[in-house]
């Protein structure tokens, strides 16, 4: 067997082929493939061998801060070194994401009578939680007390700093 037949055994057995297909296509014996395989660490289960094998079109480096990435060997593409950076790429890059137009729906909310889109959800009634909260709890309500979640939590964050 030459260098070329054991490049080419190699790079077809990370691509997932089994014993008998690369050596149709290597043109040497089942028996002469399995052996090289066994002899180099190709051995078991063709996901098992797909999983240890290092692809080199992953990359090594994050792809929002530049840190070096550690991954599992049996984990899949690891394109970023945490969710910070993941959450942080993604914001500065929203062009980029594959939603698609037809999944994303126009509606008008049943309670405050705004609209409003969504992704992947085309049975919304409401605009937010809180005009949910308001038209099945607070039926006799007007739209003054729709108040943002988030002014909600930052005045109970105060109150909890003040005590």
């Given at each position: ?59 090594s480096r994050c792809k929002f801060c530049g840190k070096r990435i ?74 003054n007390h729709v108040v943002p979640k988030s002014k909600i939590r ?10």
């Amino acid at each position: 067997m030459n260098a070329e037949m054991a490049r080419q055994i190699t790079e077809l057995r990370h691509k997932g082929l089994g014993y008998k297909s690369i050596a149709i296509v290597v043109g040497t014996s089942r028996e002469n493939v399995r052996y090289f395989c066994k002899t180099h660490g190709l051995v078991g289960d063709v996901e098992q061998v797909k999983a240890t094998f290092k692809d080199e079109n992953v990359p090594s480096r994050c792809k929002f801060c530049g840190k070096r990435i550690e991954r599992n060997p049996k984990s899949g593409k690891k394109l970023f070194c945490s969710d910070e950076c993941r959450r942080a790429w993604w914001k500065q890059h929203p062009e980029k994401s594959m939603h698609s137009q037809e999944a994303t729906y126009t509606f008008e909310c049943a309670y405050c009578k705004r609209y409003f889109s969504a992704y992947g959800n085309k049975f919304r009634k409401y605009c937010s939680h809180d005009c949910y909260v308001m038209d099945r709890f607070w039926k006799n309500g007007n739209l003054n007390h729709v108040v943002p979640k988030s002014k909600i939590r930052a005045e109970i964050k105060d109150i909890v700093l003040e005590a």
